[in-house]
T-cell receptor, first 108, second 120 residues
Framework: RKEVEQDPGPFNVPEGATVAFNCTYS??????FFWYRQDCRKEPKLLMS???SGNEDGRFTAQLNRASQYISLLIRDSKLSDSATYLC?????????FGSGTKLNVKP | GAVVSQHPSRVICKSGTSVKIECRSL??????MFWYRQFPKQSLMLMAT?????????EQGVEKDKFLINHASLTLSTLTVTSAHPEDSSFYIC????????????????FGAGSRLTVL
């Protein structure tokens, strides 16, 4: 079983839509959680850390469910510029584990 | 915020030559750096963990004699692809572990811009 699993998508949504991604992780002792964004042929960039209590940054909301071992990312009012691949990242025991990424296409 | 500089961004070389990629943490000390490889439309694959002053830890299936990693200082790690072959053509990305935003209690990864290697 992979450490981190994500639906690869693609998610094709119109501008203004709300879209949600989920990610599951296998190690219940995992310590930290993140969402990264990767544009085509570019390096991943940190979008947001995921806190146990859930956290929001503008149009983006991240939540963690330790009991079910999943992390979610909600994007409201999607913009064309949100089109990218979103990577779920889990940290435990000095290693960062990456999901394969979920591709989002926001269309006019 | 933390910045990681990676150089060169793009390199084209002939088969059989060696290529060195540098990764520098510009405004923080990175005792640990990570090297990843990404093939087109695939996910990041961790190649090795580079520890300052000690030998790198390689992931299963990664040849340590082919991918030489040196982490001689707290701000510099290098990856040398020795005797490169066309199948080594890929996007190589380094990252360093820095500190996350206050309250997160977490270390976050900051990535270099990546090096696109093409072996002819």
């Amino acid at each position: 079983r992979k450490e981190v699993e994500q639906d690869p998508g693609p998610f094709n949504v119109p501008e203004g839509a709300t879209v949600a991604f989920n990610c599951t992780y296998s190690n219940s002792a995992s310590q930290s959680f993140f969402w990264y964004r990767q544009d085509c042929r570019k390096e991943p960039k940190l979008l947001m850390s995921v806190y146990s209590s859930g956290n929001e940054d503008g149009r983006f909301t991240a939540q963690l469910n330790r009991a079910s071992q999943y992390i979610s990312l909600l994007i409201r009012d999607s913009k064309l510029s949100d089109s990218a691949t979103y990577l779920c990242v889990v940290y435990n025991f000095n290693k960062f584990y990456f999901g394969s990424g979920t591709k989002l296409n926001v269309k006019p | 915020g933390a910045v990681v500089s990676q150089h060169p961004s793009r390199v084209i070389c002939k088969s059989g030559t060696s290529v060195k990629i540098e990764c520098r943490s510009l405004d923080f000390q990175a005792t640990t750096m990570f090297w990843y490889r990404q093939f087109p439309k695939q996910s990041l694959m961790l190649m090795a963990t580079s520890n300052e002053g000690s030998k790198a830890t390689y992931e299963q299936g990664v040849e340590k004699d082919k991918f030489l990693i040196n982490h001689a200082s707290l701000t510099l790690s290098t990856l040398t692809v020795t005797s490169a072959h066309p199948e080594d053509s890929s996007f190589y990305i380094c990252s360093a572990r820095g500190y996350g935003d206050p309250g997160s209690g977490a270390n976050v990864l900051t990535f270099g811009a990546g090096s696109r290697l093409t072996v002819l």
